[in-house]
């Protein structure tokens, strides 16, 4: 795959980061307001991690870096942001996998 896909998977992701971000700070009002900082930080992985993903072209193995990402970005913040929406936890079972994910691909940059 052309390393140049990941600065159109990161394009897709920031505007979905800002807009859900937006929507948290401004319009998301659980009836817990705890879930209001999962929101918060589902919000900021994915923000960072999107930047990150501007990065992959230039890595070693750019589709083992932004695959990884774009795994963790899907699995962890979706199922935080999933979590928040619903206000309920029982959907956290893939926030792990999301988690090992972000490991995984900051560690690829190692090889």
């Known amino acids: 795959m052309n390393p140049m896909v990941w600065h159109k998977v990161a394009a897709v992701s920031g505007v979905a980061a800002l807009g859900l971000g937006t929507y948290g700070?401004?319009?998301f009002r659980p009836q817990n307001p705890s879930y209001k900082e999962v929101w918060q930080t589902a919000s900021l992985y994915h923000l960072?991690?999107?930047?990150?993903?501007?990065?992959?072209?230039i890595t070693k193995h750019p589709n083992i870096f932004?695959?990884?990402?774009?795994?963790g970005i899907l699995a962890f913040s979706g199922t935080?942001?999933?979590v928040a929406y619903l206000e309920n936890r029982k959907y956290s079972?893939?926030?792990?996998?999301?988690?090992?994910?972000?490991?995984?691909?900051?560690?690829?940059?190692?090889?």
């Open 93 to 111: 079972s893939l926030a792990p996998f999301g988690g090992f994910a972000f490991i995984a691909a900051w560690a690829s940059l190692l090889f």
């Open 25 to 27: 700070a401004h319009g």
């Open 48 to 57: 960072v991690h999107t930047a990150a993903l501007v990065g992959a072209p």
């Open 80 to 82: 935080c942001y999933t």
């Open 66 to 71: 932004g695959g990884l990402l774009t795994a």
